[in-house]
DNA sequence: TTAGGCCTGCAC
DNA sequence: GTGCAGGCCTAA
């Protein structure tokens, strides 16, 4: 399941893959993967690939003439950069061909992801950022949390809400909190602003440390290059309930949380301890 | 604010 | 065979 971290390790195998690069054809394999095409998707041969930007869990590739593509894994998304276009992977959607005989294999079997094409780069911040995004989780600040004084949610939906911060899923969010020895049921107007700008530094300190570690890959996740990420082994809660806390030893606990399975340390997150000192 | 739907593979 | 996993959108 990408979330920022395997999203931009994504993008940095592209970035070193295929930019600059002109777009030779484009094979469309399974059309409905298309969810939204203000510019037919084959008209992008011929165009040049000028950058890869990231927001949240979202790519947006930007080309020259003018043209945008964005981009989202959904939970079993990849794209593999390949030799061939002709060996096609189970689930494989979209196939583009770049000069270099490089082709990039757009492939979910779950098909939760999606691809959009734009006519330019302002049409698709226009569709996806602006109002439906929030900061991008690598570039948070204590401050973009502050109106979290007058809200009424709970800590974990807010912080899997796109909307207040942009690139948080299930696994990052459970390991900042237990980082930051904070509830997920915790009312986010509870949290002193010390608490806040603890949780910020923890969940950039957990972002960071994964992709320098390639990301997570618990079962499909990998990279444009098919390397799978080693963060997993490092994980402190996620999918570990029942295992001792490797802090202070209880046993983590399963809950549910918005219809999510959440793991904490019911010791070390206790409601009690909101605002403690993390570790 | 919360539940349901989308979709498939895999564990049980 | 059943149920679960989950990001994100839509609808109640």
Known sequence: ?????????????????????????????????????????????????????????????YFAPAACMTTHLGMSGRITLLPSSEIILAHTHLIISVEGSIHLHFSDPRRFGGIWLYASGEDAVRAHIHGRMGVDA??????????????????????????????????????????????PLQKVSRLSSGSRAELVCCIKRV????????????????????NRGTFARRLAVYGKAGKPCRRCGEALRGLLVMQRSTVICPKCQSRKNQGAKAQ
């Not at 809200?151 to 459970?174: F, H, M, S, V, W």
């Open 138 to 183: 690598l570039n948070l600040r204590p401050e973009d949390l502050s109106s979290w004084r007058r809200k009424k949610t709970r800590l974990k939906p807010e912080l899997l809400n796109q909307k207040t911060i942009a690139g948080l899923g299930n696994i990052y969010i459970d390991e900042a909190l237990w980082m930051a020895r904070l509830h």
């Open 1 to 61: 399941m990408p979330e920022l971290p395997e999203v931009e390790s994504v993008r940095r195998n592209l970035m070193d893959s295929v930019l600059g690069c002109r777009i030779e054809s484009v094979r469309v394999v399974r059309a409905d993967y298309l969810r939204h095409q203000a510019l037919p998707v084959s008209q992008l041969a011929g165009r040049k690939l000028c950058s890869i930007d990231r927001h949240g869990k979202r790519l947006f590739w």
């Open 207 to 226: 972002l960071n440390a994964s992709l320098r570690h390639g990301g997570t890959t618990l079962r499909d996740y990998r990279d444009a290059k098919a």
